[in-house]
C-alpha cells in the first residue's frame, strides 16, 4: 500500500512540475531533431515490432527475470544448488517471444556493463533476380558466423551453456517463425547475442549466475538499392578505432559506445553514410560497420588480371569480416559461380559478370591518411566497402574528394555481381528450411575460410 501512494505521489508531482513549466511540448522533446526523421523512426521501429522475434534464455532468478518466461517460457534444465544457507535450484527457461515480450533485467551485466558478444548473420533477399537466383532460404555462411561468435565468448571468457549447433537450431527456429510474417523479397537479420548475465551490482563475472544467451531476428535493409548502381561518399571519423591492445577488434563485443560515436561525428548529421576510422597510430582501419577495400587499375588490366590490386587494412587492425574474406577468396580465384553471374549481369545491365581471377592481393595494408588520399587521386583506382548487413558497397567519394573518377568501376561491378550470387547461394550458406540431420552435417563440416 504504502508503495502504491508513493507511486501515486511521485507522478502526480511529476504532472504538476511538468505542466507548470511547458517542458514536454513536441519541440523540446525533439531537441532539434527533424519532426519527419522521429517519426520515420517510430514508423520503421513500429514494422520491426510486428515482425521481428527474439530467442532468449536465462536462468530464473525471482524478482529479476521477465515473469514471461515462466509463464511462456520453457525448461533447458534445472539443477538443486548450494550449501543449505545458500540452497536453491539453478534453472534457465527459454523460449521465442514477440519483440514486445523480450527484455533484459537491468541488472544483466550486459547492458549494465556492455560484457557481452554478438554476431550479425544475413538470409539475403533481394527482389526483381532472375528466378536462377532467387534463393531466400540461403542464409550466408551461417556455419563461419556461429563459429566466429562462440570464438569471441572464448576470448571474451564467457561460457555458454548451449553448443554452437544447439544455439545455431534454436536461431533457425526463430527465423522460421519470422519467414512465415515477412515478405518475400525481404532480408531477414539475425543478431546472435551472449551476455554475460544477470548479477549483482558491481563489475566482475563472479557475481553473474549465468549468461543470457539470445537471438533477435528481424527484417534489414541498410543502403537504398539504387546505391548500389551509383555508390556513396564516406566521411572520416575523428573519434579513433579501437586500440587491438586493449580490445581485439576481431572480437564483436557489445562495447560499441566508439564506432556510434565515429558514426555520428564523421558522418556529418546525415551528409555521409558511412565513415572511415584511423588508430591511434594514424593507420585506416575501417569504416565504422565495414570493412574497406581499394582497387588500383594499370593498363592493360582488362587482359591482364595480374595488373589489378586488392588493397585493404591488415586484418590485426580491424575485424577480419566473413564478407571480406569471402571477396578476397574471389579476387584470388576464378570465379566458381561465373555462369550466374554472367546471367545476372545480363539481366541487370548496371552490373558486369565476373571476369577477375588471380588478382594480386594486399590484405595487410597499413596506410595512413596521406596514402589514402594519394590512391584516390589515381582516375584507376576504386573504392568499396564489405559488411554482412550491406554486402558490397561502392563508394565513390571521401569527404570533397572524389574515389577515381567518381564512378563504380567495373572491377567493383565485377565482384557486385560474384557477391550478389554467393551470398544467395547453397554452396556458401544453409537453407532455412533444413531437416535437423541435414543441419548437423552442415555445421559439422570445417569453416569455407
Request: with cysteine; charged share 20%; hydrophobic share 40%.
Given at each position: 500500500?504504502?508503495?502504491?501512494?508513493?507511486?501515486?505521489?511521485?507522478?502526480?508531482?511529476?504532472?504538476?512540475?511538468?505542466?507548470?513549466?511547458?517542458?514536454?511540448?513536441?519541440?523540446?522533446?525533439?531537441?532539434?531533431?527533424?519532426?519527419?526523421?522521429?517519426?520515420?523512426?517510430?514508423?520503421?521501429?513500429?514494422?520491426?515490432?510486428?515482425?521481428a522475434r527474439v530467442y532468449m534464455a536465462m536462468p530464473i532468478?525471482?524478482?529479476?527475470?521477465?515473469?514471461?518466461?515462466?509463464?511462456?517460457?520453457?525448461?533447458?534444465?534445472?539443477?538443486?544448488?548450494?550449501?543449505?544457507?545458500?540452497?536453491?535450484?539453478?534453472?534457465?527457461?527459454?523460449?521465442?517471444?514477440?519483440?514486445?515480450?523480450?527484455?533484459?533485467?537491468?541488472?544483466?551485466?550486459?547492458?549494465?556493463?556492455?560484457?557481452?558478444?554478438?554476431?550479425?548473420?544475413?538470409?539475403?533477399?533481394?527482389?526483381?533476380?532472375?528466378?536462377?537466383?532467387?534463393?531466400?532460404?540461403?542464409?550466408?555462411?551461417?556455419?563461419?558466423?556461429?563459429?566466429?561468435?562462440?570464438?569471441?565468448?572464448?576470448?571474451?571468457?564467457?561460457?555458454?551453456?548451449?553448443?554452437?549447433?544447439?544455439?545455431?537450431?534454436?536461431?533457425?527456429?526463430?527465423?522460421?517463425?519470422?519467414?512465415?510474417?515477412?515478405?518475400?523479397?525481404?532480408?531477414?537479420?539475425?543478431?546472435?547475442?551472449?551476455?554475460?548475465?544477470?548479477?549483482?551490482?558491481?563489475?566482475?563475472?563472479?557475481?553473474?549466475?549465468?549468461?543470457?544467451?539470445?537471438?533477435?531476428?528481424?527484417?534489414?535493409?541498410?543502403?537504398?538499392?539504387?546505391?548500389?548502381?551509383?555508390?556513396?561518399?564516406?566521411?572520416?571519423?575523428?573519434?579513433?578505432?579501437?586500440?587491438?591492445?586493449?580490445?581485439?577488434?576481431?572480437?564483436?563485443?557489445?562495447?560499441?559506445?566508439?564506432?556510434?560515436?565515429?558514426?555520428?561525428?564523421?558522418?556529418?548529421?546525415?551528409?555521409?553514410?558511412?565513415?572511415?576510422?584511423?588508430?591511434?597510430?594514424?593507420?585506416?582501419?575501417?569504416?565504422?560497420?565495414?570493412?574497406?577495400?581499394?582497387?588500383?587499375?594499370?593498363?592493360?588490366?582488362?587482359?591482364?588480371?595480374?595488373?589489378?590490386?586488392?588493397?585493404?587494412?591488415?586484418?590485426?587492425?580491424?575485424?577480419?569480416?566473413?564478407?571480406?574474406?569471402?571477396?578476397?577468396?574471389?579476387?584470388?580465384?576464378?570465379?566458381?559461380?561465373?555462369?550466374?553471374?554472367?546471367?545476372?549481369?545480363?539481366?541487370?545491365?548496371?552490373?558486369?559478370?565476373?571476369?577477375?581471377?588471380?588478382?594480386?592481393?594486399?590484405?595487410?595494408?597499413?596506410?595512413?591518411?596521406?596514402?589514402?588520399?594519394?590512391?584516390?587521386?589515381?582516375?584507376?583506382?576504386?573504392?568499396?566497402?564489405?559488411?554482412?548487413?550491406?554486402?558490397?558497397?561502392?563508394?565513390?567519394?571521401?569527404?570533397?574528394?572524389?574515389?577515381?573518377?567518381?564512378?563504380?568501376?567495373?572491377?567493383?561491378?565485377?565482384?557486385?555481381?560474384?557477391?550478389?550470387?554467393?551470398?544467395?547461394?547453397?554452396?556458401?550458406?544453409?537453407?532455412?528450411?533444413?531437416?535437423?540431420?541435414?543441419?548437423?552435417?552442415?555445421?559439422?563440416?570445417?569453416?569455407?575460410?
Open positions: 500500500m504504502g508503495a502504491t501512494h508513493m507511486h501515486d505521489r511521485l507522478f502526480t508531482g511529476v504532472t504538476r512540475l511538468t505542466n507548470e513549466d511547458k517542458r514536454h511540448s513536441l519541440e523540446d522533446v525533439l531537441q532539434g531533431r527533424p519532426e519527419a526523421e522521429v517519426a520515420t523512426a517510430l514508423k520503421a521501429a513500429t514494422n520491426t515490432g510486428e515482425i532468478v525471482p524478482g529479476v527475470t521477465n515473469p514471461i518466461f515462466n509463464t511462456a517460457g520453457q525448461t533447458l534444465f534445472a539443477h538443486p544448488i548450494g550449501a543449505e544457507n545458500t540452497s536453491g535450484v539453478l534453472e534457465v527457461r527459454e523460449g521465442i517471444f514477440p519483440l514486445e515480450q523480450a527484455g533484459f533485467s537491468f541488472i544483466d551485466h550486459g547492458p549494465l556493463y556492455g560484457d557481452g558478444v554478438f554476431e550479425g548473420v544475413l538470409h539475403f533477399a533481394k527482389p526483381g533476380l532472375p528466378e536462377l537466383l532467387r534463393n531466400d532460404e540461403t542464409i550466408f555462411l551461417f556455419r563461419e558466423h556461429v563459429n566466429r561468435h562462440y570464438k569471441g565468448l572464448t576470448q571474451w571468457g564467457i561460457k555458454p551453456y548451449l553448443s554452437q549447433e544447439e544455439f545455431g537450431w534454436r536461431i533457425l527456429q526463430t527465423a522460421l517463425e519470422v519467414k512465415e510474417q515477412a515478405a518475400s523479397d525481404q532480408s531477414l537479420y539475425f543478431r546472435p547475442l551472449v551476455l554475460s548475465g544477470i548479477g549483482d551490482l558491481g563489475a566482475g563475472r563472479t557475481k553473474c549466475v549465468l549468461p543470457t544467451m539470445g537471438a533477435l531476428v528481424a527484417t534489414i535493409q541498410l543502403y537504398p538499392s539504387e546505391t548500389y548502381r551509383t555508390g556513396i561518399k564516406l566521411g572520416i571519423s575523428s573519434v579513433v578505432a579501437k586500440d587491438p591492445r586493449s580490445l581485439d577488434p576481431n572480437v564483436k563485443g557489445t562495447q560499441y559506445a566508439q564506432n556510434i560515436q565515429a558514426f555520428l561525428h564523421g558522418t556529418n548529421g546525415g551528409e555521409f553514410k558511412e565513415a572511415l576510422m584511423f588508430n591511434g597510430d594514424g593507420y585506416l582501419t575501417e569504416a565504422t560497420v565495414d570493412n574497406i577495400f581499394f582497387v588500383i587499375k594499370e593498363n592493360g588490366w582488362e587482359t591482364d588480371p595480374n595488373k589489378v590490386e586488392i588493397i585493404t587494412p591488415h586484418p590485426k587492425i580491424c575485424l577480419n569480416g566473413l564478407t571480406r574474406r569471402m571477396i578476397l577468396h574471389l579476387a584470388d580465384h576464378d570465379p566458381i559461380l561465373k555462369s550466374e553471374a554472367e546471367k545476372l549481369a545480363n539481366h541487370d545491365s548496371a552490373i558486369y559478370a565476373s571476369t577477375h581471377k588471380g588478382y594480386q592481393i594486399v590484405n595487410d595494408a597499413m596506410l595512413t591518411a596521406q596514402d589514402m588520399w594519394a590512391l584516390i587521386e589515381d582516375p584507376n583506382t576504386e573504392m568499396f566497402m564489405t559488411g554482412t548487413g550491406c554486402g558490397l558497397m561502392p563508394v565513390i567519394g571521401i569527404k570533397d574528394k572524389q574515389v577515381g573518377d567518381g564512378q563504380v568501376g567495373p572491377v567493383t561491378k565485377g565482384f557486385l555481381a560474384d557477391i550478389t550470387v554467393a551470398m544467395r547461394h547453397r554452396d556458401y550458406g544453409l537453407r532455412l528450411d533444413v531437416t535437423e540431420s541435414e543441419y548437423l552435417d552442415y555445421m559439422r563440416q570445417p569453416d569455407l575460410f
